[in-house]
Nanobody, 123 residues
């Protein structure tokens, strides 16, 4: 079992930055691929970024590449999402998830989910 708790969301102006954190419980965190997803009102949940167990490999959606960076600190059981140059279209609830293969960006490939944190970008 893995429990995930996100934090760091909020309201920011376009062009600003936020860093999301996801604290995980469970002894297997250090060997578990992790991902970030987001869901805007009326839209399906979509992949944002993922990272392998060591942090040495990452995958990002085209819409956030060059602006968002995923990282992890296994000593702190935490995965991060640094979001820069935010746009109004980045407004969504952001979810942290634990999966099986960081290269698989499907929602169904992730087994455990946090409760989400709201990110709102004003224009």
């Amino acid at each position: 079992q893995v429990q995930l708790v996100e934090s760091g969301g909020g309201l920011v102006q376009a062009g600003g930055s936020l860093r999301l954190s996801c604290l995980a419980s469970g002894r297997t965190f250090s060997i578990t691929p992790m991902g970030w997803f987001r869901q805007a009102p009326g839209k399906e949940r979509e992949f944002v970024a993922a990272i392998n167990w060591s942090g040495g490999s990452t995958l990002s959606a085209a819409s956030v590449k060059g602006r968002f960076t995923i990282s992890r600190d296994n000593a702190k059981n935490t995965v991060y999402l640094q979001m820069n140059s935010l746009k109004p279209e980045d407004t969504a609830v952001y979810y942290c998830a634990a999966g099986r293969n960081y290269r698989d960006s499907r929602v169904g490939a992730y087994d455990y989910w946090g409760q989400g944190t709201q990110v709102t970008v004003s224009s």
